[in-house]
């Protein structure tokens, strides 16, 4: 009897740990993104320009809290430079699964905990597919779960349908002052936060809000900047070359005067 | 005493000397035309501030509708543009300087102007080589109108 009893607890316990373990939603990924040079925020990869060159990549499971939803494999592109945040999330969907009207949303906590969620970045594309596809950037902050909107928008986004792919581009502010506007999140150098990737359809949110996941982004601090060799002779090169330039041109402006007073001398 | 005043004709020196002022103002103003243009080139061609960053990076988000490629192009002609005026002006004003001092321009002159035009260009090959096609124009056309 107490070896059942025994055997049952054992069975309970792992079963608890199971469920807790399935049911956590702590970061699937962790992002220390690389400085690189800032994107444009139009929902186009632009190869040519490099954009997204040195970005952290890696793909996430957007889960849903259906058990019978598969989820929504997404890749998450991460960048960064001394006045911003760049995540772009991409998927693609075939057109039977896609509907008219989606966003995506990065909502920001004040820290690493998932507790403390307090502003939201959407993007909301409209007629998705159809010739009057158009999106929205909202900004909102949210309080007590519900989401309030920012009457001063912070940060960018843009999102584009390419074929069955759509790239949605975030842009969010590093190193700014608070000030007294707390309805916005400060991301400090050093810092780690936690950040809700969310994907929904109509705009209204959160209820709207349909499969999320959590990753972890650290503010690296600003690099210093050092000059490549060349650059630095260039550098060189150019003082030494306009300093020559310079000299050469004032010699010969002084000559010029020399000459001017000595003719003036002459005509009096 | 006459009644008019008769007037006073000048003297070969002092139509000389009034020669000289003219020639004088034109070596100046061709000097500080050509000083505008070097302050311009140092700018465009020397700091890294305009070098790559005004045009290229301003100008182009601006106006979104034109390509990047038109605003590099426009961007190279500015730097050649203003190697080859400084040059044109300060090949006016040294050889009208020279003139005025009795002595013709000579080829250790113009070496040297070309020289340090060149020297103008170190940070772009595209700008060297249009510059280079700009100064052989430059001195073809100086040396045409010298004979005619």
Redesign the interface.
């Known amino acids: 009897m107490v070896k059942l009893f025994f055997l049952v607890f054992i069975l309970h316990i792992i079963l608890i740990s199971n469920i807790l373990i399935i049911n956590s939603s702590a970061a699937t990924e962790e992002f220390e993104p690389e400085f690189g040079l800032a994107p444009e925020i139009d929902g186009d990869i632009d190869k040519g320009?490099d954009e997204w060159e040195n970005a952290s990549k890696e793909e996430i499971l957007l889960k849903s809290e259906s058990p019978t939803n598969e989820g929504l494999p997404v890749d998450i592109w991460v960048l960064q430079n001394n006045s911003a945040l760049y995540i772009s999330v991409q998927f693609e969907l075939e057109d039977s699964a896609r509907h008219l009207e989606e966003f995506i949303g990065i909502i920001i906590s004040e820290s690493e905990s998932e507790s403390e969620f307090i502003d939201a970045k959407i993007v909301q594309f409209s007629g998705l597919g159809g010739p009057s596809a158009n999106f929205n950037y909202l900004d909102y902050y949210i309080r007590n779960d519900m989401f309030f909107q920012d009457s001063e928008t912070n940060g960018d986004g843009a999102a584009k349908l390419h074929g069955n792919k759509i790239i949605y581009e975030f842009q969010i502010p590093v190193n700014e002052s608070e000030g007294d506007d707390d309805r916005d999140v400060s991301l400090d150098f050093g810092e780690t936060y936690a950040f809700k990737i969310v994907y929904g359809q109509s705009n209204t949110y959160p209820d709207d809000i349909k499969l999320s996941n959590v990753i972890e982004i650290e503010i690296a601090y600003p690099k210093i900047e050092t000059r490549d060799p060349v650059e630095k002779a260039?550098?060189i090169?150019?003082i030494v070359?306009?300093s020559?330039?310079?000299g050469?041109?004032g010699l010969?402006?002084y000559?010029?005067v020399v000459?001017?007073k000595r003719?003036k001398k002459?005509?009096r | 005493m006459p009644k008019f005043k008769k007037e006073q004709s000048r003297t070969p020196k002092s139509r000389k000397?009034s020669d000289?002022?003219l020639m004088?103002e034109s070596?100046?103003i061709s000097?500080l035309l050509?000083?505008f243009f070097?302050a311009l080139s140092?700018l465009f061609n020397?700091?890294?501030l305009f070098f790559d960053g005004i045009i290229l990076k301003l100008i182009p988000s601006l106006t979104p509708l034109l390509q990047?490629e038109f605003w590099v192009i426009f961007d190279n002609i500015i730097k050649v543009a203003v190697i080859l005026f400084t040059f044109f002006f300060m090949m006016i004003?040294?050889g009208n300087?020279k003139e005025?001092?009795g002595k013709p321009i000579d080829l250790k002159e113009i070496v040297l102007l070309v020289g340090?035009s060149l020297?103008?260009t170190?940070?772009n090959l595209y700008v060297f080589i249009f510059t280079l096609i700009g100064l052989v124009f430059l001195l073809v056309y100086l040396y045409l109108i010298q004979e005619s």
Do not use: M, P
């Open positions: 320009d260039l550098f090169v150019a070359a306009f020559s330039l310079g050469i041109y010969y402006i000559k010029i000459v001017g003719i002459i005509g | 000397i000289d002022v004088l070596v100046r000097a050509g000083g070097l140092l020397g700091t890294e990047k004003s040294v300087y005025f001092t340090l020297a103008q170190f940070r």
